[in-house]
Nanobody, 123 residues
Framework: QVQLVESGGGLVQAGGSLRLSCAASGRTFSGYHMGWFRQAPGKEREFVVAINRLTGRTSYADSVKGRFTISRDDAKNTVYLRMNSLKPEDTAVYYC????????????????WGQGTQVTVSL
């Protein structure tokens, strides 16, 4: 199995930026489609972005398109989420995800999940 550990969350003012990191254990990191989800207080977990390991195609939620960017460094077994122009509505716990089937993300599913990192955007 794969263990995912997120880091980089914190408190930031609206308009600021953060970069989240997701470090994976083992050498199988490159074999998974990677993604990010988030869950705000009182809301269901929602899809943010994913990247296809074979094609490199990315899919972004409309709410973050143009502001967030996913990238991966297989040599470091790490996937990143660069978040720019942050808004208060971006406040949530962000979860790293890894799955064998890219279509899982359209269903809100994933094989593996990180423990989450808190992102709080203040006014």
């Amino acid at each position: 199995q794969v263990q995912l550990v997120e880091s980089g969350g914190g408190l930031v003012q609206a308009g600021g930026s953060l970069r989240l990191s997701c470090a994976a254990s083992g050498r199988t990191f490159s074999g998974y489609h990677m993604g990010w989800f988030r869950q705000a207080p009182g809301k269901e977990r929602e899809f943010v972005v994913a990247i296809n390991r074979l094609t490199g195609r990315t899919s972004y939620a409309d709410s973050v398109k143009g502001r967030f960017t996913i990238s991966r460094d297989d040599a470091k077994n790490t996937v990143y989420l660069r978040m720019n122009s942050l808004k208060p509505e971006d406040t949530a716990v962000y979860y790293c995800a890894a799955t064998n089937s890219y279509s899982d993300y359209a269903k809100g599913r994933s094989d593996y999940w990180g423990q989450g990192t808190q992102v709080t955007v203040s006014l």
